[in-house]
Antibody, heavy 122, light 107 residues
Framework: QVQLVQSGAEVRKPGSSVKVSCKASGYPFSSYGISWVRQAPGQGLEWMGEVISITSSANYAQRYKDRVTITADEYTNTAYMELSSLRSEDTAVYYC???????????????WGQGTLVTVSS | SYVLTQPPSVSVAPGETASITCGGNNIGSKSVHWYQQTPGQAPLLVMYYDTNRPSGIPERFSGSNSGNTATLTISRVEAGDEADYYCQVWHTGDYVLFGGGTKLTVL
């Protein structure tokens, strides 16, 4: 069955970076995209960006494009999301999610990782 | 950029029908997808391409999309349906875009 297993919780200081991993199994990794979605405490879902490994490309939400890098390693079936210049407002649960492709982008998210809590605090 | 508008909350008695709306400019021309999220859990896809239920989602869940409003309908609501529900579309430039979410309360 499809599984997305994310790395564990992280604590970072303001101004630093964090890199979260998402290991996929149970399906052909390159045939789907991987998105990263974050959820601040008590808030809704916010899409940050995606990686399309079959084309080695990534798309980002405008508000994150200067701070986030999303990559995928086809050899280990693992996607990564790195967020830099962290501030307290980046404290959130970060989810990876798989989804089918339409053109060069994901259409929706049909399977989700368990989430990774990133806490930014001095 | 494109905006999806959901009511913050919807309340319904057990056994009744809940309708959760998602408004957007000419949203009927787009495909809408819906997610259910219970506290502390990852979201779960409950409807895709407006009207399609993933495997394992009860037939009580249905969807529609026309004009400026898409709707997720839950018939014969159960206590276990209490959750936050999010609509989502794909939009040029925004890519994956979520609505603000609706908290469904079962009275």
């Amino acid at each position: 069955q499809v599984q997305l297993v994310q790395s564990g919780a992280e604590v970072r200081k303001p101004g630093s970076s964090v890199k979260v991993s998402c290991k996929a199994s149970g399906y052909p990794f390159s045939s789907y995209g991987i998105s990263w979605v974050r959820q601040a405490p008590g808030q809704g879902l916010e899409w940050m960006g995606e990686v399309i490994s079959i084309t080695s490309s990534a798309n980002y939400a405008q508000r994150y494009k200067d701070r986030v890098t999303i990559t995928a390693d086809e050899y280990t079936n693992t996607a990564y999301m790195e967020l830099s210049s962290l501030r307290s407002e980046d404290t959130a649960v970060y989810y990876c999610a798989r989804g089918p492709l339409g053109g060069n982008s994901m259409i929706y998210c049909d399977s989700w990782g368990q989430g990774t809590l990133v806490t930014v605090s001095s | 950029s494109y905006v999806l508008t959901q009511p913050p909350s919807v309340s319904v008695a057990p056994g009744e029908t809940a309708s959760i709306t998602c408004g957007g400019n000419n949203i009927g021309s787009k495909s809408v997808h819906w997610y259910q999220q219970t506290p502390g859990q990852a979201p779960l896809l409950v409807m895709y391409y407006d009207t399609n239920r993933p495997s394992g989602i009860p037939e009580r869940f249905s969807g529609s999309n026309s004009g400026n409003t898409a709707t997720l309908t839950i018939s014969r609501v159960e206590a276990g349906d209490e959750a936050d529900y999010y609509c989502q579309v794909w939009h040029t430039g925004d890519y994956v875009l979520f609505g603000g979410g609706t908290k469904l309360t079962v009275l």
